[in-house]
């Protein structure tokens, strides 16, 4: 199946500050989802993204389907922007089923 | 719109006693309903993935069964816990290809 890598594995900020995070994977994909972990354990969508750009707020996202990669920029960083962040994109069996990376952990300080 | 809830929100568990985790999803009909283990260290692991009542699919051999007595409810089972199923277990519902997910029970098994 479809392999997915984040980049960085960490990440410290300092608030207001922008970060890139990156989202490698091993075959085209017809989907691709980002994903934020808050604290507290829930994994709220951020973006639907199979191709081009959205934004949505002070984050967007860019996925080149052709050369396998999505990218999520976070602009102007704030605290509550901790957490973990993760892509996923379609297992090859089907049904729909998603293949996460290990997610970038990122950490805003004030 | 939709809605997915997962319970007990937290639950501890001695080695060798049953598990029984409810998920129920409102406001949308014949979804796909997924099982997620998130163990420490980050990553998720797909579990079970149901296309309908009664049917369960499963993606790694273990301790866990799944059912789906209801359209909107999906069950993850266990006879007998072992300290391996310790974790972070989450519900998410799909349609065509974004899932998304609900608050997660943190299982300790002791």
């Known amino acids: 199946g479809i392999q997915v890598e984040q980049s960085p594995p960490d990440l410290i900020l300092q608030e207001g500050a922008n970060s890139t995070l990156r989202c490698n994977f091993s075959d085209s994909v017809n989907n691709l989802q980002w994903f934020h972990q808050n604290p507290w354990g829930q994994l709220i969508n951020l973006f639907y993204i199979p191709s081009g750009t959205k934004q949505n707020g002070r984050l967007s996202a860019t996925t080149v389907a052709t050369e396998r990669y999505s990218l999520l920029y976070i602009s102007s960083s704030q605290t509550t922007d901790s957490g973990v962040y993760f892509c996923a994109g379609p297992t090859l069996s089907g049904y729909s089923t998603l293949t996460f990376g290990k997610g970038t952990m990122l950490l805003v300080s004030p | ?110």
Do not use: M
């Open chain 2, 1 to 110: 719109s939709q809605t997915i809830h997962q319970w007990p929100a937290t639950l501890v568990q001695p080695v060798g006693s049953p598990l029984s985790l409810e998920c129920t999803v409102e406001g949308t009909s014949n979804p796909n309903l997924y099982w997620y283990r998130q163990a420490a260290g980050r990553g998720l692991q797909l579990l079970f993935y149901s296309v309908g009542i009664g049917q369960i699919s499963s993606e790694v051999p273990q301790n866990l069964s799944a059912s789906r007595p209801q359209d909107r409810q999906f069950i993850l089972s266990s006879k007998k816990l072992l300290l391996s199923d310790s974790g972070f277990y989450l519900c998410a519902w799909g349609r065509g290809n974004e899932q998304y997910f609900g608050p997660g029970t943190r299982l300790t098994v002791t």
